[in-house]
């Protein structure tokens, strides 16, 4: 099958839409199809065409969000390019330009299009109103979501019921939903896979000693994350054990600010920022936590929930429905609502090794139902079903073009008379 991704962000831009798009491309290219992406140059101003990766870079100006750039809905110099790849499916991971363009090229040259609804965008409205027409915009919001994902969709993938509710419920979406968790390529982050003198050298870059117990919090550092629950709460921890100390990976808008923030709190000592790491990077970074910990309400399905337990991590997050269909509440993770309880949690699992231990065995038995060649799989279904029901479309399309002519001719004829 000759499939083309289409998407604003790819490589070597790190986020866990790309590590989603990359496993993805990777899965479905080991079981023999052929993979085409189309993206936004992030680096420069120029179209790019990597004939061995197969993937095209159109240029665009800077969003001011992040390092996003918007595209063309239609760039033209793209088209012919494309069109020599004789696609058999589209398949769109974003709602913006790239997107528009990709219902653009598939209505126009009758390709199924399936589409994935990474982004709980209501939770990011602030970035753009700065709290202004806050009702507004949410309304704007679900306008443009259902026109793209119920009018130009043949299938739409998201990946919890999480997502799905939203789409059933508050935008009582007509098309097929289908719900697949996001995969990852998880045999990389196992621990045997690992070489430990990576993690001995990490730990001693970052000061990291054989006592020290770790937090690991890994994502955009930006205020729909909720990190400050956790440095907060980091303040409450040190003053029992001040070995447990919080690790925090990732770059954002906010980063400043949280540095910043915990020097203010004198808690530098117990709260570590990595900044930026490279993707090839991240399974030693997992290796050194003890337990893994997101207070985050704005996800979709959270990729690092996967990581962690793929590493023998347990994961321990605020309750919601996102973390819902990942995690077992006592067999391979732990739920908390309030600073209280998340650091309850915390001594629960510092000073009970064992119970540390049968999580971490749990939690990477139950990331092995998200691997990437099962994830890929289940896609390979929507985009046959997204190609028969284009067919029967065409095909009842045509029946009615000839119904209608012939309707035409007899009314002609009837007047003649």
Not at 146 to 174: G, M, Q
Not at 316 to 345: Q, V
Request: aromatic residues 14%; proline residues 3%; hydrophobic residues 35%.
């Amino acid at each position: 099958m000759r499939i083309g991704i289409f998407t604003e962000t790819y490589s070597p831009y790190i986020s866990g839409l790309v590590t989603s798009e990359i496993m993805l491309k990777k899965a479905l290219e080991k079981q023999g199809h052929e993979v085409y992406v189309v993206t936004a140059n992030l680096e420069s101003f120029k179209y790019e065409y990597n004939e061995e990766e197969k993937v095209l870079k159109i240029p665009g100006i800077p969003t001011g969000i992040y390092n996003s750039r918007l595209s063309s809905i239609y760039p033209v110099r793209a088209v012919n390019k494309i069109k020599s790849w004789n696609l058999e499916v589209i398949h769109s991971q974003t709602e913006f330009a790239i997107g528009t363009f990709a219902r653009l090229f598939a209505k126009q040259y009758n390709i199924p299009l399936v589409h994935t609804y990474h982004t709980m965008y209501e939770d990011y409205i602030y970035y753009i109103t700065k709290g202004y027409f806050k009702r507004s915009s949410k309304k704007l919001l679900e306008y443009f979501t259902k026109f793209y994902c119920d009018t130009t969709a043949t299938e739409l993938i998201v990946p919890t019921n999480k997502t799905y509710k939203l789409f059933k419920e508050k935008y009582k979406f007509k098309k097929n939903i289908n719900i697949i968790p996001t995969g990852i390529e998880v045999e990389r982050f196992f621990t045997e896979n690992i070489n430990q003198k990576e993690i001995d050298k990490i730990k001693k870059q970052l000061k990291i000693s054989k006592k020290d117990f770790i937090i690991l919090f890994v994502g955009r550092l930006a205020e729909e994350k909720n990190v400050e629950f956790l440095i907060n709460s980091q303040k409450e921890i040190q003053k029992k054990y001040k070995n447990i100390k919080l690790l925090i990976v990732g770059d954002g808008p906010d980063k400043e600010k949280y540095e910043n923030y915990v020097e203010s709190l004198n808690i530098k000592s117990n709260i570590i920022f990595t900044g930026k790491v490279a993707w090839d990077d991240m399974p030693y970074y997992y290796q050194i936590a003890n337990i893994f910990a997101t207070a985050s309400k704005t996800e979709t399905q959270g990729l690092t929930i996967i990581e962690a337990m793929a590493s023998n991590v347990v994961p321990i997050c605020i309750k919601d429905e996102a973390f819902l269909s990942m995690i077992t509440e006592g067999l391979n993770g732990l739920f908390f609502e309030t600073p209280e309880e998340y650091i309850k949690l915390v001594f629960y699992l510092y000073e009970n090794k064992e119970e540390l231990k049968r999580f971490n065995r749990q939690a990477r038995i139950q990331s092995e139902t998200y691997s990437s060649k099962y994830y890929a799989e289940r896609v390979l279904e929507v985009y046959n079903r997204a190609i028969r029901e284009k067919k029967n479309e065409n095909r009842y399309g045509l029946f009615s073009k000839i119904s209608k002519k012939i309707k035409e001719i007899k009314n002609d004829h009837s007047t003649e008379q």
